[in-house]
């Protein structure tokens, strides 16, 4: 059995948490455990490491928002931007996974969801590019594990060779470009239909509402729009890091716009997420927004303003 880091046990024990209707209770031992801890690099089994960075991108960690460095360690919760004139920030893990990002993209590393969609997946994918290399599963690997990549329409569960995938509202694309796949729909945060087989070469495109559509080859606009980064065959290069351990550089503490889009994300994600954003309301600034913006995440009233909830007599 793998090890498990004091953060996920108290990432595991908060998801525990939500599905119990606690969250609001007591979630606030649980943040001022983890705020608490030394902000220090740890290693966590299967940890994500930075080793191309080509372009500007930012990481979003507690309450800080953070400038990459080549070989920064990547941790559960850990959100991860690039900017719109980037060209390719690339992730490896040590169980051979490598996530390329292109420009203009947002991902949510390791995270937590609640509801039937199960508890976790590798990368949630926002928004932008995303080229992920896969080896090949040891086993035959069960639709309803973890997924790979999770997004707001698509779940890729399977995948051995490489994987592009574009989300961009309302659409979505995925491109087998070599191996095989395996993707399961969602709607409104809910699965539809059955797990889908993807093999080389086929391409997946599917409007906001309405039924995705196969073809056996990418359509020419998609072709047109991939980043050229994504072209190149790219050495693995995370041995490179085993000993350095650089930190990324403090910018500036995170605001409420950094966080907005996260914050009004799909249900399934929000709620065990509610932890991770939680110590930004000691701002008054990020409180005041929250307020302003209520009705994209109405949990937070519960949060803000307990006494509203509180039985009475």
């Known amino acids: 059995m793998q090890a498990i880091s004091k953060r ?101 590393i390791d995270p937590q969801f609640y509801g039937e969609r199960g508890r976790f997946a590798r990368v949630y994918l926002l928004s932008g590019w995303v080229k992920l290399k896969a080896p090949a599963p040891a086993a035959k690997v069960d ?45 409104d945060a809910k699965p539809v239909g059955q797990a889908v087989p993807l093999r080389s070469g086929q391409f997946l495109q599917r409007a906001k509402g309405a039924k995705s559509v196969v073809s056996a080859r990418p359509a020419p606009a998609f072709i047109d729009q991939i980043p050229r980064s994504f072209l190149d065959t790219l050495p693995d290069r995370a041995a490179m890091f085993t000993e350095r351990k650089p930190a990324p550089k403090p910018v500036a503490p995170i605001t409420y716009a950094d966080a907005k889009d996260w914050l009004a994300v799909e249900w399934t994600l929000r709620r065990p997420a509610m932890i991770r954003w939680r110590p930004l309301t000691r701002d008054a600034d990020f409180r005041k927004a929250l307020v302003a913006n209520m009705p994209a995440h109405p949990e937070w009233d519960r949060v803000l303003f307990p006494e509203k909830y509180r039985l009475r007599p």
């Open 8 to 108: 996920r046990l108290l990432q595991m024990a908060a998801a525990g948490l939500a599905s119990k209707g606690l969250v609001l209770a007591g979630a606030t031992l649980l943040v001022d455990a983890a705020s608490a801890a030394p902000k220090v690099e740890t290693d966590e089994p299967n940890q994500g490491v930075v080793t191309i960075l080509d372009g500007k991108a930012q990481l979003l960690r507690g309450e800080e928002r953070l400038n990459f460095v080549e070989g920064t360690r990547l941790l559960s919760q850990d959100v991860v931007e690039t900017a719109a004139d980037a060209r390719l920030l690339r992730i490896e893990f040590s169980d051979g996974l490598a996530v390329n990002l292109g420009p203009a993209t947002r991902v949510l």
């Open 143 to 187: 639709p309803a594990a973890i997924p790979l990549l999770a997004s707001p329409a698509i779940d890729l569960y399977e995948a051995s060779g490489s994987v592009v995938t574009l989300v961009n509202e309302p659409a979505v694309s995925m491109f087998v470009e070599s191996g095989q796949a395996k993707i399961r729909e969602r709607l």
